[in-house]
T-cell receptor
Framework: EAGVAQSPRYKIIEKRQSVAFWCNPI?????LYWYQQILGQGPKLLIQ????????DSQLPKDRFSAERLKGVDSTLKIQPAKLEDSAVYLC?????????????FGPGTRLTVT | AQRVTQPEKLLSVFKGAPVELKCNYS??????LFWYVQYSRQRLQLLLR??SRESIKGFTADLNKGETSFHLKKPFAQEEDSAMYYC???????????FGQGTELSVKP
């Protein structure tokens, strides 16, 4: 079974520019997560989708970050405008269900550098 | 507050030595506890979870609810165990994982 796919793998932008990341989850997985991992820290959830609806976006900086999951499959995470502190690895994960007992599978991540 | 603490940023041992990576958590309820591992240039992957009670690659972890700990252990470390290890919890409502800061394990020959 193919894993979670993400693109691009690396991105360098200047502050105040915009950037978008794409995620394709494992086929059939209804739950999709975006995590932010700042250097030296563990991943932190930004947003969780169940099909195409948002379940948890409590830690998403909504003034600059947005995410969508049209048709309940692929997802896009956007930052506009970027700040220096947004430099991080953005991880996408998916699972067949959000409940206990269901494994989350992670993509390779997109490493963002904001200069 | 829900929190996972991994007190060691770096743990360095020699091949064949025992390894224990510490993890303490704060959660009121019945969380799921996990250990994730990230080898160099690979994606984050599940190593083991407390509900399965199995040994993976020689690693075991026991959930101690009294001490709110979920330490990862291996009796004899191998060089291929060198990686970043993250302890994580998921609440009884499911959903997001809450990760610790990670421990880098370095196994020297």
């Amino acid at each position: 079974e193919a894993g979670v796919a993400q693109s691009p793998r690396y991105k360098i932008i200047e502050k105040r520019q915009s950037v978008a990341f794409w995620c394709n989850p494992i086929s059939g997985h209804a739950t999709l997560y975006w995590y932010q991992q700042i250097l030296g820290q563990g991943p932190k959830l930004l947003i969780q989708f169940q099909n195409n609806g948002v379940v948890d976006d409590s830690q998403l900086p909504k003034d600059r970050f947005s995410a969508e999951r049209l048709k309940g499959v692929d997802s896009t995470l956007k930052i506009q405008p970027a700040k220096l502190e947004d430099s991080a690895v953005y991880l996408c994960a998916s699972s067949s269900s959000p409940g206990q007992g269901y494994e989350q599978y992670f993509g390779p991540g997109t490493r963002l550098t904001v200069t | 507050a829900q929190r996972v603490t991994q007190p060691e940023k770096l743990l360095s041992v020699f091949k064949g030595a025992p390894v224990e990576l510490k993890c303490n958590y704060s959660y009121s309820g019945s969380p799921e506890l996990f250990w994730y591992v990230q080898y160099s240039r690979q994606r984050l992957q599940l190593l083991l979870r407390h509900i399965s009670r199995e040994s993976i690659k020689g690693f075991t972890a026991d959930l101690n609810k009294g001490e709110t700990s979920f330490h990862l252990k291996k009796p004899f470390a191998q060089e291929e165990d060198s990686a970043m290890y993250y302890c994580a919890l998921r609440g009884n409502q499911g959903g997001k994982l809450i990760f610790g800061q990670g421990t880098e394990l370095s196994v020297k020959p």
